[in-house]
């Protein structure tokens, strides 16, 4: 009785819903290439509207379910697992090009939805959804006795080592002087602090940036220049000195229609940095007002949901003889 009374209700959303045809008859298997199609669109998306941390690459599509609309437009309603790869957001290396991060290094994990409107051959990404955690945290197996999980990005040793790592950098031979953007992520284990952070170009020399800080503000425009770095700060017991090593990548200024104010730039302090562990990817593009038609959306997937078959081990369909019911979740691309 439940079932039905929904059903009749999911009938009556989409018929009342305007251009939306009830629940087409096109099955969408999750790793058939058009699924692939629009989660690439998808991923594209959020690697240019997520500007902290790192890029994201895909690693399963977890449901798809498409929607005629009127003329050859089509909807798509697509749920993603995603993983954090090693470059960061300000790499230009394409993203075939940049490795997902091991596992062992706690990747973060995301879960988003998305709704893509196919129009004219071109994705278009109406609303999207995401939540992060490091992956498997808590199930962390160390294969090695000194395996060590992130610190936060404001412990007072993780913002040492970022700051002696980038004074050494700055001590190069670049000719601009190089500030603190932000802290990627941090290690420590027996006295070994292992960072990542990006520095960007500022309007001081170096000379200049050795009188003071405070007339220096980032680069903007043509002149920015952010720097993906890694540092490794070694202090051994009994030892006066630390070692130090640093390895920037300098990149070319990328276009970017909504970057920010240039910030001027204060000298690293742990109290303006946040406490967390990693980079989380937090998006909601819902609009509160679309209330209606997201109720709609979530019995329409939910209804989705019941069809779709599990996978045997084998990697066949359990119930092959059930028509029109879409092969999901797909493969897991990495882990
Ligand atoms: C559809 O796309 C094609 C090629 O991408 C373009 O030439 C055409 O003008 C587009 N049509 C509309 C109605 O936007
Ligand atoms: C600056 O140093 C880096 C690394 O040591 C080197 O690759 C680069 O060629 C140097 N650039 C110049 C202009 O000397
Ligand atoms: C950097 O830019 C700021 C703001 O435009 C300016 O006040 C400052 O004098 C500049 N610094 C140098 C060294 O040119
Ligand atoms: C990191 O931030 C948290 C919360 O803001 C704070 O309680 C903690 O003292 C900070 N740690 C350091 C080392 O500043």
């Known amino acids: 009785m439940r079932l039905l009374l929904a059903t009749l209700f999911l009938a009556q959303v989409l018929l009342y819903s305007a251009h939306v045809v009830p629940l087409s008859n096109r099955v969408i298997n999750c790793d058939d290439d058009e699924a692939h199609q629009v989660a690439a669109a998808a991923v594209q998306y959020i690697n240019a509207h997520h500007h902290h941390g790192y890029k994201f690459a895909l690693n399963q599509v977890e449901k798809i379910l498409p929607l005629s609309l009127h003329g050859t437009d089509e909807m798509f309603f697509i749920e993603l697992e995603l993983l954090e790869t090693v470059c960061s957001h300000v790499n230009p290396t394409p993203l075939e090009q940049c490795a997902v991060r091991p596992r062992i290094q706690q990747a973060v994990e995301a879960d988003c939805d998305f709704k893509v409107r196919k129009h004219n051959g071109t994705f278009e990404v109406l609303r999207v959804k995401c939540k992060s955690e490091i992956k498997s945290s808590e199930k962390i197996v160390c294969p090695y006795p000194d395996c060590s999980l992130l610190a936060p990005l404001n412990d007072s040793r993780v ?8 004074h050494k950098f700055n001590s190069g031979n670049t000719t601009n002087f190089y500030s603190l953007h932000e802290i990627g992520r941090g290690k420590i284990q027996h006295g070994v602090s292992d960072v990542e952070f990006i520095a960007t170009s500022t309007n001081c020399t170096k000379e200049d940036a050795g009188s003071g800080l405070k007339a220096c503000v980032e680069e903007s425009g043509p002149n920015a220049h952010f720097a993906s770095c890694s540092g ?37 302090h742990p109290g303006f ?12 593009t819902m609009s509160p007002h679309s209330s209606e038609s997201n109720s709609a959306e979530h019995h329409l997937l939910a209804a989705h949901a019941n069809r779709a078959v599990k996978r045997s081990l084998t990697g066949q369909p359990v119930q092959s003889n059930v028509r029109n019911v879409p092969l999901c979740p797909g493969r897991k691309i990495h882990f």
């Open 159 to 166: 913002v040492h080592a970022v700051d002696v790592a980038l």
């Open 232 to 268: 490794t700060v070694v202090k051994l017991p009994g030892a006066v000195d630390e070692d130090i090593t640093v390895n920037c990548a300098i990149h070319e200024p990328q276009p970017r229609s909504d970057a920010p104010q240039p910030a001027p730039v204060a000298p690293v």
């Open 273 to 284: 940095i946040p406490s967390r562990f990693h980079h989380d990817l937090h998006f909601n």
